[in-house]
T-cell receptor
Framework: DGGITQSPKYLFRKEGQNVTLSCEQNLNHDAMYWYRQDPGQGLRLIYYSQIVNDFQKGDIAEGYSVSREKKESFPLTVTSAQKNPTAFYLC???????????FGEGSWLTVV | LAKTTQPISMDSYEGQEVNITCSHNNIATNDYITWYQQFPSQGPRFIIQGYKTKVTNEVASLFIPADRKSSTLSLPRVSLSDTAVYYCLVGVPGLSGGYQKVTFGTGTKLQVIP
């Protein structure tokens, strides 16, 4: 089954802890993205990566970190420096005609 | 990337055709127009993409006038399950603005009424 897989779907974190969200794609896309979505709001770009071993900050990168060691994988770490981490996180990749963006199913992170 | 403007919300009765328009006055020559559908707690799902004129697939049609400064997503005979947020995205990641940075607007919340 082709697509983008995010895990876990639901994650609870204690304040002061770092957590890592997994994102794997088997679409052979070069570019990958992480977005944050707060309830009732649009999508905001956290980080993006055009190619392996390279990534760039998006609009709200503070308190987050990423790595891109493999083409298929783009994990996101939410660090303790992120003041309001409770949100819905979406991973995406792009390719094909118009470099179309495709999304995973998302991960809910809640800080308790 | 081209800035887009969509209505914040729309209501429609079941069985009607729904048209959602997106304005993108500063669309660039290479830009594609892509529409997504998002249900609560799910990732946006690709609906349709076009460059000019009309594109149709099994779920929707996309109308793009000659000047390409707007586009209209048409959903035929909507049902309750079409209640969702619809996003218009204009651009091509990696080409638009010379860098790979894609931003979404707030979308249009479509409510289908029985």
């Amino acid at each position: 089954d082709g697509g983008i897989t995010q895990s876990p779907k639901y994650l609870f974190r204690k304040e002061g802890q770092n957590v890592t969200l997994s994102c794997e794609q088997n679409l052979n896309h070069d570019a990958m993205y992480w977005y944050r979505q707060d309830p009732g709001q649009g999508l905001r770009l956290i980080y993006y990566s055009q190619i392996v071993n390279d990534f760039q900050k998006g609009d709200i990168a503070e308190g987050y970190s990423v790595s891109r060691e493999k083409k298929e994988s783009f994990p996101l770490t939410v660090t303790s420096a992120q003041k309001n981490p409770t949100a819905f996180y979406l991973c995406a990749s792009s390719g094909g005609t118009g470099n179309t963006i495709y999304f995973g199913e998302g991960s809910w992170l809640t800080v308790v | 990337l081209a800035k887009t403007t969509q209505p914040i919300s729309m209501d429609s009765y079941e069985g009607q055709e729904v048209n959602i328009t997106c304005s993108h006055n500063n669309i660039a020559t290479n830009d594609y127009i892509t529409w997504y559908q998002q249900f609560p707690s799910q990732g946006p799902r690709f609906i349709i993409q076009g460059y000019k004129t009309k594109v149709t697939n099994e779920v929707a049609s996309l109308f793009i006038p000659a000047d390409r400064k707007s586009s209209t997503l048409s959903l035929p005979r909507v049902s309750l399950s079409d209640t969702a947020v619809y996003y218009c995205l204009v651009g091509v990641p990696g080409l638009s603005g010379g860098y790979q940075k894609v931003t979404f607007g707030t979308g249009t919340k479509l409510q289908v009424i029985p």
